[in-house]
C-alpha cells in the first residue's frame, strides 16, 4: 500500500453491498394475533457508507437491525451480511453490533456479562476469565 492510502475499500470499489436484504419480512406470533414488524425491507448498504435509520416509534428500524444481525428468526425474505447468512456472517465475526441499551445481565457481575459475549464466540472457560481479567480494568 502507497503512503496515505487509506487502508479501507471505498464504496465504489465494491459491486457487492455489505449489507443486502431482499425483501425480508418477519412477522411477530403474539396472543393479539400476528403483527407484521418488517414487510418487503429490500435496502443494501454498501462498503463505508453511512446510512441512519429514520422512522417513528415502532415502525421497524431496530427490528430490521436485529434481523439482518441474526438476532430476530426469520419468517421471509434474504438479508446477508458480507455476501454470507446473518448467522454464518455473525459466527465469522464478520460484523458487530452495539445494543440501543447497554447493560449488565441482571444475574450477572461484569466479568460474566463480558465473559458470555466470549462464550459466543466458542472461547473456552480458562481463556474468558484471562481474557476478562487483562480487559477489564477494576
Same mark, same amino acid.
Given at each position: 500500500?502507497?503512503?496515505?492510502?487509506?487502508?479501507?475499500?471505498?464504496?465504489?470499489?465494491?459491486?457487492?453491498?455489505?449489507?443486502?436484504?431482499?425483501?425480508?419480512?418477519?412477522?411477530?406470533?403474539?396472543?393479539?394475533?400476528?403483527?407484521?414488524?418488517?414487510?418487503? /425491507?429490500?435496502?443494501?448498504?454498501?462498503?463505508?457508507?453511512?446510512?441512519?435509520?429514520?422512522?417513528?416509534?415502532?415502525?421497524?428500524?431496530?427490528?430490521?437491525?436485529?434481523?439482518?444481525?441474526?438476532?430476530?428468526?426469520?419468517?421471509?425474505?434474504?438479508?446477508?451480511?458480507?455476501?454470507?447468512?446473518?448467522?454464518? /456472517?455473525?459466527?465469522?465475526?464478520?460484523?458487530?453490533?452495539?445494543?440501543?441499551?447497554?447493560?449488565?445481565?441482571?444475574?450477572?457481575?461484569?466479568?460474566?456479562?463480558?465473559?458470555?459475549?466470549?462464550?459466543?464466540?466458542?472461547?473456552?472457560?480458562?481463556?474468558?476469565?484471562?481474557?476478562?481479567?487483562?480487559?477489564?480494568?477494576?
Amino acid at each position: 500500500m502507497s503512503e496515505g492510502a487509506s487502508p479501507f475499500r471505498s464504496a465504489r470499489d465494491v459491486k457487492t453491498p455489505d449489507i443486502q436484504a431482499e425483501s425480508v419480512e418477519l412477522v411477530f406470533q403474539t396472543g393479539d394475533g400476528p403483527p407484521q414488524a418488517l414487510n418487503d /425491507a429490500s435496502p443494501d448498504v454498501g462498503c463505508g457508507e453511512f446510512v441512519s435509520l429514520i422512522g417513528r416509534s415502532g415502525c421497524g428500524k431496530t427490528t430490521f437491525l436485529r434481523r439482518v444481525a441474526a438476532l430476530e428468526p426469520p419468517t421471509g425474505g434474504r438479508p446477508s451480511v458480507n455476501g454470507m447468512s446473518p448467522d454464518h /456472517a455473525r459466527k465469522q465475526r464478520s460484523y458487530g453490533y452495539v445494543f440501543q441499551a447497554a447493560g449488565l445481565y441482571p444475574w450477572q457481575a461484569l466479568p460474566g456479562t463480558s465473559g458470555w459475549l466470549w462464550s459466543s464466540w466458542a472461547i473456552r472457560r480458562p481463556s474468558r476469565r484471562r481474557g476478562c481479567r487483562n480487559w477489564l480494568i477494576w
